[in-house]
């Protein structure tokens, strides 16, 4: 390597030491944040589920409206389904039963 190339790497060196030494420099880390739990640019999973949960209730009160079913349940049938009312102790036996079945210790 000749020496003027030695000298050019040295100073480039030094310039890219030199733009890191910067005191009002301030990084990511020391911002400090007015914001609480989630920050304002994030991608929250609680807003995806609200509007989701939004639509499908707009998509029910459509449907219910317009009298239309929906893989072939009516909003009728729906609600129905929704407020069955089940015997959680016998749906508990089924389940162990067949777990028993499969050879799964409890």
Do not use: H, W
């Not at 499908?56 to 069955?84: P, R, V």
């Amino acid at each position: 390597m000749r020496m003027k190339d030695v000298n050019a790497r040295k100073e480039y060196i030094r310039s890219v030491r030199k733009s890191f030494d910067s005191p009002k420099r301030q990084y990511e880390f020391e911002k400090e944040s007015d914001q609480k739990g989630e920050t304002g640019d994030s991608f929250s999973f609680f807003k995806v589920r609200l509007l989701l949960a939004g639509f499908i209730f707009a998509a029910y009160i459509l449907c219910d409206k317009t009298g239309t079913k929906f893989y072939q349940f009516s909003t009728k049938e729906i609600s129905e389904k929704i407020a069955q009312n089940y015997d959680y102790g016998k749906v508990e036996e089924e389940v162990l039963a067949v777990f028993r079945n499969l050879g799964v210790k409890e």
